[in-house]
């Protein structure tokens, strides 16, 4: 059977293997060919051999042959190189850093033990700082649909890998959007969930208050289907909520719902006609599925928005690598030894004060969205062009943080979601976000707007555009 045209959605792979109209090893072989074909895309650090990925495929199916198929059975994955697989490097992008593990990241190996096929680390922003995709040693990603475009970082790789068709799901890492950034770039889904509700054991910080695990998907329900299998609790990750296996994550939410809206004075498009009007195109969509908008101040965002990188809490990053730009600055990007000096710059009186600042920004933002089921923001204000970012690459990747970066120091947790395609052929991102432990309804809204909007997944779409 030819697979060429075989979309990865979590159910069509499934159906097919129940009705035996292809198998896990046909659908890896498959992926192998679409990487060969893609050819150099900088997606990838590195790839399990295609050899190994077989037997092991095999085996799995040897395994529950005749047995019914675990929830990941025979789905294709990658993940993220700031992620501990075991046997495989961890580099964060930068040479000299790596080292191999001896055990794979929580979230990694319960993917695994639910049946899913790892096929590589995904290239990354250097040690996951920046939200463009251009911060690398070498080649970089680009946008599936421009190449002139920035692909979105950190997790550039993890949101090209899916957008282009090559695997089901990836796994990244979040500290101000990168969860989020590559989906909107790339018309697919980023979950970003609650903090601590999947295990981080495994992962390489840049701030341990804000890092999560996110799931780069196809669909909403695919996404949330796999957070429903990584997430739990984790006696080895000390930020693990004791209650992740209690948080409900059943689309429960049904009928009319408050939508919050930034107030027109915080909204910023940093020039983009385009990105502003698909916004309002995305706020009438939320009307049509039975939303009532309510206009949010935002300005408590913004604040928040500071926290992660112009506080004392940037100081953290020089804990897992500051030692690395001292010794080989060689191998280190500009932009990243930029941030690591200045978060070096930071006293401990600074540290304890944005803590402070966190702790009452988190309180107040439960007060302000108190009858608001969800909050709705670009993604992203702005498309940027690959060169723009690196000939400005701190002021312009602000811009792109501009509505992600608040979330995680505010304890909330959103969902990235495709909205619409642009007149410029580019695809256009909303973010559904809601306070802690609502995962649930970020779930239920955002799987009756996917229905409604009717776009294809990554690539797929721009193929039917052309097709029309």
Partial sequence: MDLSNLGLDIQALRDGYREKLFTPVDVVTEVFRRIEARGQDYAWTELVDKEIALRETQRIEKQFQGKDFPSLYGIPFSVKDNVDIIGMRTTCGCEGFDHIPNVSATSVTKALDAGAILIGKNALDQFATGLNGTRTMGGHCRNVFDERYISGGSSSGSGVAVAAGIVTFSLG???????????????????????????????????????????????????????????????????SRED???ISLAPILEGEFTFGIPTKEHLKFFDDVHAQNAYWRAVESMKAIGGKPIEVDFSIFIEAGKLPFDSGLLAERAVSYGELVKRHPETVHPAVTSMIQKGLSYSGTDTVRAIYKMTELRRKVKKLLRGVDVLVTPTVGRAYFCEEVKANPIDLNNNIGYYTYPVSPLDLCALAIPASMRPDGLPFGISLVALSGQDRDLRAIGGRLQKHVTLKPGLEQKFLTKGD
């Fill in 173 to 239: 890492s979040d500290t101000g959007g990168s969860g989020r950034v590559p989906a909107a770039m790339n018309n697919i889904v980023g979950v970003k969930p609650t903090l601590g509700l999947v295990s981080g054991s495994g992962l390489i910080y840049n701030n341990r208050y804000f890092d999560c695990v996110p799931v780069f998907a196809r669909t909403v329900e695919d996404g949330y289907q796999v957070l429903e299998v990584i997430r739990g609790y984790d006696d080895t990750d000390i930020f």
């Fill in 244 to 246: 992740a296996d209690d």
